[in-house]
Structures are given as C-alpha cells and as structure tokens.
C-alpha cells in the first residue's frame, strides 16, 4: 500500500495515533561492507563508537516480546540483513509472533543466512537490491555464486506463487549487465512485470550524509532548498516517524535515513513499545510539527505545508514500483533502459 505522507493537523496529533506504526526495521549487524556509494557507511562507522555491533537472537526474541503494536518487520536498517549467521532463526521466531516480513539483501553476507531467505519464500516482500551500471555498489562481489543465488531467489518465489512479492531495485539508470541478462529473460518471458521494479535514479542524501554519486543526480538537487522555508507545520514526507530502526544495543533510532544517530529513543529489550512510544512523541512532537526537530531539519524530506504541492510532483513517482525515474520515461521505458534493451 502506498504510504500517505501526514497532513499538518495530523503531524501535530501524531502522538494521539499509536496505530500509526507501519514497520519496525531491524538492523542486525553495524556496518556493511557493501558500502555503496549512497548509503553513508563511514558516517555510521563513526557514529556507531563503542555501540553493540550485533543483535543477538535472545535479544530479537526479547525485542519482539516487547512490540505490542501491530506492524511488519523489515529486514533492512542500516545495513544488509544477511550479514547475520543469526537471520533464520530471528525470521522463524518472527513467523511464530506472527509478523509480516519484509527484506531487503544484497545478496551479500552469511552464506547460510542467504541460503535460508532464498529457499524460504516467507516474505511479503523480497527487495533484491542489485548493483547498477556504475558500480556505485562497490564492495559488491559479483562471481558466480551471486548470480546464481539472484536465479534462485526468483525461481523460489516464482514456484511458490508469489513472484509479485519480488522487488527489482536499483540505483541508477541501468543495472549492471552481468545481472540485467537475468533480469531481461524474466521480464520479456512476461514472469516479472513493472509492477516488480523501483527504478531510483535520484538516491536521498540520507540527512546530508551523502553529498555525491557517481552519474546520479540527489533528490534534494532536483528540490532545491524549499524546505528551508518557515511554516507553521512540517511534516516527513516518507512517513518515516513510522518506521524506526531497532539498533543491536535495543535501541531505536527515528529513521533509517539518520547515519548519525540523532534521534535515538528508548531500548525495546527493556521496555514495552507502546510506551516507549508515547513518551518520545511527547517529547518530539512540537519540535517536529514547528520545523525544527534534528535530525530532520536537515532532510529534503522534511516539508512545510504549504510546498506539499512541489515535493508531491517528485513524490508522485514514489509509487511502490518506481521512484524519481526521469520524468520523461514512462515506467516501462525506464524498466527497458535498465535491463539494456532500449
Ligand atoms: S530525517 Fe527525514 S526521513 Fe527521517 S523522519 Fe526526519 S524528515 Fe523523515
């Protein structure tokens, strides 16, 4: 479901909607050595200091223990979930919880962890996160076991029925041909269709921690400093105060944009959710309406109202199956320049 950005009033009663939550994220391990180009990995490596490193399973369990609100769990945060020999057991104790999941993997990571998601088609979501033209995913190691593992994926999820689940994403106009080719024969067999496809071709700055990328343009480029302007109500655009990120100390962090760590909460192997969250929202919650809550005043996603309008020109390519393609291409168009048959 397309996520709805909050309208002014609402970001001011943000605090009254307990129900609000759409996903916890988890990051389970600190710092990924795929270290792409538009993911600020030496900022987190910095940030991070003497902070637990890893999640632990008996953590997890104690994590989902605590979370007595509905929401799905993504495996995703600030770096790839597979990095943990621990993932399989952590997804089969969130089956028991009920969960819906949501993953996104390089493919990267615990041979045997890769093996299980692969094999295992439990999730709502499978986001294959896969390397572009331009190499900006630079610590990504492409031999012939990855290639093997992404047909896997695919063919998995395909046999079990629910091929729709899978999500082609790539940053940047064309993926890389090794991984097109896979792509190509999925797609003009009809089994993959734009609706498996987010094309990003403008990656967020991640709150100012990414200033550049190799033949990619920002989105904060394309919106200027609009967001820079006094109002009397902000709101995030990406809906992202729904969406926090479980560090493996137990604490939560506002967003996983944040690289930096400046809007950390609470600890979920201590506390229950529910009033973990009413506490931080009351603490939050006129900053964030008036415009000033850090870390956000440095985002191009935190908006005024009154320039809704121009951010949701941009936004409106924000469906679940594209995002800030150039806005001359069509979807399919843009589908086609990516996996070379333009
Ligand atoms: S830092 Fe940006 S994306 Fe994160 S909650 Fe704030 S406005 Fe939203």
Known sequence: MRKQALRASEALSVGASMADLDELEITTVLGCPVDCNYCPQSQLRQTKGNRKNRLELGDFRKALGNLDI??????????????????????????????????????????????????????????????????????????????????????????????????????????????????????????????????????????????HVQGMKLVKDSLGNYNKVSSMGYLCTKRKLNQPVLLPDGSLNICSFDYGFRGIYGNLFKDKYSKIRKEWIHHIKSTYSLGSLNPCTKCEHYVPYEYLSKYTKYQEKDSPYVAWFDTKLTLEESILRAINIS
């Open 70 to 211: 509905d929401c799905r769990i993504s495996w995703t945060g600030y770096s790839e979930p597979c990095l943990s020999q621990d993932l399989p057991e952590m997804m089969i104790s969130a089956m028991d919880n009920r969960r819906d999941q949501v993953i996104s993997t390089t493919l990267n990571g615990n041979k045997d962890s890769i093996d299980w998601i692969i094999r295992n088609p439990i999730c709502k979501l499978f986001v294959l996160h896969l390397p572009d033209g331009q190499n900006n995913m630079k610590g990504l190691k492409i031999d012939s076991s990855y290639i093997n593992n992404l047909k896997l994926a695919i063919e998995s999820y395909l046999k079990s029925g629910n091929i729709g689940r899978i999500r082609i994403m790539v940053f940047g106009n064309k993926l890389r041909a090794e991984v097109s080719d896979i792509v190509k024969y999925y797609y003009q067999k009809g089994l993959l269709t734009p609706r498996n496809f987010k094309i990003s071709t403008e990656p967020s700055s991640r709150v100012d921690g990414v200033q």
